[in-house]
């Protein structure tokens, strides 16, 4: 058995293909990511990954909506999305494929 913790993963992301994680993958990347209130994220796209975005707890902001808890929100390579946490929350992030380094500020896209 192997025992890791949440805390040692960068921002949340435990599997994938990227270091540390404690299953690597090209397959896809997961995450377990806890906000604060006020906590964001610029407008942003990915080019190869399509990105799953559950809400375990709490309410954000994502495609110029607000999301609860329950949510589960699928963006396609090429959407642009960004992110605001409108209360403390904690989702459950999925890329697929991992493909590091294919994150986007939106102003790239044009």
Same mark, same amino acid.
């Given at each position: 058995m192997r025992? $890791?913790?949440l805390e040692g993963m960068t =921002? @949340?992301?435990f599997v994938g293909? !990227?270091?540390p994680h404690v299953l690597r993958s090209t397959d896809c990347e997961v995450a377990i990511k806890h906000y604060r209130a006020g906590d964001h994220e610029?407008?942003?796209f990915h080019r190869v990954a399509t990105e799953i975005t #559950?809400? &375990?707890s709490g309410s954000v902001r994502m495609l @110029? =909506?607000?999301?609860? #808890? @329950? $949510?589960? +929100?699928?963006i396609e390579p090429g959407e642009t999305? $960004? !992110? +605001? #946490? +409108?209360?403390?929350?904690?989702? &459950? &992030?999925?890329k697929a494929p991992s493909a590091p380094n294919d994150?986007?500020?939106a102003t790239a896209q044009s």
């Open positions: 025992h $890791d913790r =921002k @949340g992301w293909d !990227f270091d610029a407008a942003h #559950a809400i &375990v @110029g =909506k607000d999301w609860s #808890a @329950g $949510d589960i +929100l699928t999305t $960004d !992110f +605001l #946490a +409108l209360t403390d929350c904690v989702t &459950v &992030v999925v994150k986007f500020l």
